[in-house]
């Protein structure tokens, strides 16, 4: 074994440790925190071709975190925790260019190790996508597409 297969070892050593620390953030995350479902979700302006919605966390100019209250005509009208106020937070309005969205540091590592990596093809993979395509739905479960117009049965009969 050469020392370049050794350091070859240690760097994919490296990456598989970082992985998996990333993906335990993620988890602990979800326990202790878990996300808004998009229907709790107050949505307002665009926000770096996106839509964002009443408490989204970003990234302020100054590198603090803030959450969005409301975006409108590329003004965010923004807060951020502020102890030592009577009211226990400062608003801010910033234009929109200045900010960008927040992204956990945990899931930003983590895409970066998936980065370039593709599942391996496989026959029997896509056999079992063909036959589980082809099944009817459970009873009980709602059909896949646009739900059918229900018939409206006539009184007289």
């Given at each position: 074994?050469?020392?370049d ?5 240690e ?11 990333a ?5 602990m ?8 479902p998009?229907?709790?979700?107050i ?6 071709g ?5 408490g ?6 100054d ?5 969005v ?12 925790p ?11 309005l ?10 956990l540091p ?9 980065a370039?990596?593709?599942?391996a093809?496989?026959s029997?993979?896509a ?17 896949r ?8 049965q006539?009184?007289?009969?």
């Open positions: 074994m050469t020392p297969d050794i350091r070859r070892l760097a994919e050593a490296h990456d598989a440790f970082e992985a998996t620390e993906g335990a953030a993620m988890a995350r979800r326990w202790h925190d878990p996300p808004l998009p229907a709790a979700r949505w307002t302006g665009m926000l770096a996106k839509r964002a919605w009443r989204q966390p970003v990234v302020l100019p590198k603090t975190i803030g959450y209250f409301a975006i409108q005509r590329g003004w965010a009208a923004l807060w951020r502020a102890p030592f106020k009577v009211a226990g937070r400062e608003e801010l910033l234009p929109v260019e200045k900010i960008v969205p927040y992204r945990s899931a930003v590592r983590l895409g970066r190790c998936k370039g990596h593709r599942e093809p496989s029997r993979k056999e079992v996508c063909r036959k589980n395509g082809a099944m009817p739905v459970q009873p009980g479960h709602r059909p597409g646009r739900p059918r117009k229900t018939q409206v006539s009184a007289s009969s």
